[in-house]
């Protein structure tokens, strides 16, 4: 976003943090260059295991060192597929922290604003600004980061050190989840701000309030979609299915009714405490990777809405305050 396409308060915003945008962009840049070539790295060692014609599964004499260089490798990809995801995650906060302090709260905390207000800017323009510029670039940044995330971990499904898509660094740095959590933060941190008007207090109210938001949609997330259910017969043995996140698995009986998941874990007979009770069928409850679409979405949704609550709440605050 070049700051001279751009006119009054959104120019200001730009001009003043040019450089903290910059430097952004920078690390943005080496992170990505930094998974493609480690991607770029594996993939060759991948060729190069290849052609030695030794394996992994069945190592033979005069392979060992061979087997051990091709799996460090990988291994090497995989953790720095799992830091990705960790700082994927750390980011919407880091967000939420820069206009909670920096871009907002450090103004009304030193009377700064004041200058904006009185050349024709209303304090509701000059919030809009505030928000409306880190939001343009949050969206795109964070969209171009998710979308390398999951190139990387596409690749790394090949490997033998998969990440599964339930696992919570891979799906909070993948699909449209990510710039949702990015966005409620920078609304949690402007709301923050202009509640509190100090820096530090709004830093640490903004931190908080993720960090809680993170906490319940880990809680609540296996209950955004209905989850499929498998009625495996007893006699044919119990099979996890591929791929499956949030498995719970009990004994139901004939007519249906599930058994408590301690029913017959003491039990000296298993199989006479089951028939005893009833049970005529394994039930296996699961999301399957199919279910990774409807989750994000349903969760960005609710990501969303609560964003634009705390913005909307957040400009009343300032009309109420400032007329």
């Known amino acids: 976003m070049s700051a001279l396409?751009?006119?009054?308060?959104?120019?200001?915003?730009?001009l003043q943090h040019r450089r903290v945008l910059w430097i952004t962009g920078a690390l943005a840049l080496v992170g990505i260059a930094l998974v493609g070539v480690a991607w770029w790295v594996t993939s060759a060692a991948a060729t190069t295991f290849a052609g030695t014609?030794?394996?992994v599964r069945h190592t033979v004499h005069g392979c060992g060192i061979a087997v051990r260089h091709f799996l460090s490798v990988e291994l090497y990809f995989s953790r720095l597929l799992a830091y990705a995801g960790v700082a994927m995650m750390i980011l919407p906060?880091?967000?939420?922290l820069f206009v909670a302090g920096p871009m907002i709260g450090r103004e009304l905390e030193d009377g700064t604003y004041r200058l904006s207000w009185s050349q024709s800017v209303t304090p509701t323009r000059w919030l809009a600004a505030k928000l409306a510029v880190p939001a343009v670039l949050t969206v795109a940044g964070v969209s171009v980061l998710s979308a390398v995330y999951a190139w990387a971990w596409s690749r790394g499904l090949g490997t033998n050190y998969p990440a599964q898509w339930f696992e919570r660094e891979v799906y909070g740095a993948m699909g449209p989840a990510p710039v949702g959590y990015a966005l409620l933060c920078?609304?949690?941190g402007a709301l923050a701000a202009v509640l509190i008007r100090r820096t530090l207090p709004a830093m640490a109210v903004t931190a908080v309030a993720y960090a809680a938001v993170v906490v319940i949609m880990n809680?609540?997330?296996?209950?955004l979609w209905p989850m499929r259910t498998d009625t495996p017969a007893l006699r044919t043995g119990l099979r996890y299915p591929s791929a499956a996140s949030d498995v719970a698995v009990g004994?139901?009986?004939?007519?249906?009714?599930?058994?408590?998941?301690?029913t017959c874990v003491d039990a000296t007979d298993v199989g006479a405490c089951m028939a005893r009770?009833?049970?005529t069928s394994w039930y296996i409850d699961y999301?399957?990777?199919?279910?990774?679409?409807?989750?994000?979405?349903?969760?960005t949704g609710i990501l969303l809405g609560l964003a634009a609550a705390a913005v909307a709440l957040a400009f009343r605050v300032l009309r109420r305050s400032h007329g």
């Open 93 to 96: 906060a880091v967000i939420g």
């Open 287 to 299: 999301h399957p990777a199919s279910h990774f679409w409807p989750l994000q979405l349903v969760e």
């Open 219 to 223: 809680a609540v997330r296996s209950g």
């Open 186 to 188: 920078l609304a949690l």
């Open 277 to 279: 009770h009833g049970a």
């Open 251 to 262: 004994w139901m009986t004939a007519d249906g009714t599930r058994l408590g998941d301690t």
């Open 53 to 55: 014609g030794c394996s």
């Open 5 to 14: 396409a751009l006119r009054g308060p959104a120019r200001v915003v730009v």
